[in-house]
């Protein structure tokens, strides 16, 4: 059985108050007492508990991590970033997965906050912000990543989504097609309305004509992808390329072309956005952005725990004063690459950091 702080109390014949005052630093516990005290903790294995501990230093070293989509490998990868840049600070996150549903995520915040973590990190289901979410975040720091609700005034980590959706268009109208479809997520979210907003951004510049009947929106998946150029194929009347919303939409337009007896990029070429690690298999080689995701997630794990550390300086009467504007350069997904640009700010006491997108060719757009 664990020792505990009772036990090591009765070892050290002084009182259960003075071992919690020894633990956590306080004043009134002579030196010598203070070493007695960590000596039989030492002795006995005492271990404490997280929550305990957490009650103590009104501190669990925990975070909430909240995704919308555990199957869409983007967010993993964001994860992944996150879970490292927490461990080097001896935290541990707790990941959600909303599914898309806004119910999911109101109680999921709500959870997370009855677990008493420090911070959360969301990439939320849409632009939507909940009044009693705002209110929560007033006590409980959060930061957005890849997707912030719509004038959020938190701190949040996004590649910039418009740049990403231009120069993915732009490659193919420099690769020559001119016929050029769009398939993306009918939700309303910055990475939705800002790729659509870069594809139609170079179509405008190239002089080119965007065609309703070549614009198709669905759900993020792969069974969309497939679906919606199948329906555009089926019509008769199809574009020459398509620049795909994310990744698992373009690999559902590679699956639905081949389905229907035509080859990428022979007949259909295809770009996506975020960079998946299948899109770099060899029966796959899907041109698209890439965006780099570990490090986005190492960067809105340095905001949290910065903004965590911001609040208790606060709570123990101290200003929030010396906040540089902050400017980082961090790696890209590129190997040839060594550094993707990064724009941050700060602003109010938030910050925000714009990633640099980077367009990766590969076959499904290169024509031989
Ligand atoms: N939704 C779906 N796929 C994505 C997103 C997103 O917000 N961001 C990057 N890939």
């Not at 929106?217 to 069974?223: D, I, K, N």
């Not at 389905?259 to 990029?265: E, H, K, M, R």
Request: glycine share 8%.
């Amino acid at each position: 059985m664990n020792a505990t702080i009772k036990d090591i109390g009765r070892e050290a014949n002084v009182s259960y108050a003075t071992v919690s005052r020894a633990f956590n630093n306080k004043y009134g516990v002579k030196p010598e007492t203070r070493a007695r005290i960590l000596e039989v903790a030492k002795r006995l294995n005492y271990s404490p508990n997280g929550i305990a501990r957490g009650l103590v230093n009104k501190r669990t070293k925990s975070i909430g991590l909240i995704i919308p989509d555990i199957t869409n490998p983007y967010f993993p990868e964001v994860a992944r970033g996150i879970e490292e840049g927490a461990k080097e600070q001896g935290y541990s996150v707790f990941l959600c997965n909303t599914n898309w549903e806004h119910d999911r995520q109101a109680q999921y915040i709500e959870l997370l906050a009855e677990k008493r973590v420090d911070g959360l990190i969301i990439a939320p289901v849409s632009n939507a912000v909940d009044p009693a979410q705002e209110r929560l975040f007033n006590s409980i720091p959060v930061v957005y990543v890849d997707r912030p609700p719509q004038n959020t005034q938190r701190s949040y980590v996004v590649i910039d989504n418009i740049r990403g959706g231009f120069i993915a268009t732009r490659h193919l109208i420099e690769a020559g097609y001119r016929k050029i479809g769009f398939i993306g997520a009918v939700e309303q979210s910055m990475p939705v309305d800002e790729r659509l907003e870069g594809f139609k951004l170079a179509m405008e510049r190239y002089g080119l004509s965007i065609e309703d009947r070549y614009i198709k929106l669905g759900h993020f998946t792969q069974e969309a992808g497939t679906k919606l150029i199948r329906e555009m194929i089926g019509g008769g009347d199809y574009p020459r390329a398509i620049f795909a919303e994310n990744d698992l939409l373009a690999l559902g337009v590679i699956e639905g072309v081949r389905s229907l007896g035509l080859a990428v990029p022979a007949d259909v070429a295809v770009v996506g956005f975020d960079d998946i690690h299948f899109a770099s298999f060899e029966n796959v080689q899907l041109t698209t952005i890439c965006q780099p995701k570990y490090e986005m997630g190492k960067a809105a794990v340095r905001i949290l725990l910065e903004e965590i550390s911001w609040k208790e300086h606060a709570a123990r009467g101290g200003a929030r004063n010396g906040q540089q504007a902050d400017k980082k350069v961090m790696t890209a997904c590129a190997e040839e690459t060594e550094n993707a640009a990064v724009s941050a700010e700060t602003s109010g006491g938030r910050q925000v950091v714009v990633l640099e997108p980077e367009l990766i060719v590969r076959k499904t757009s290169l024509i031989t």
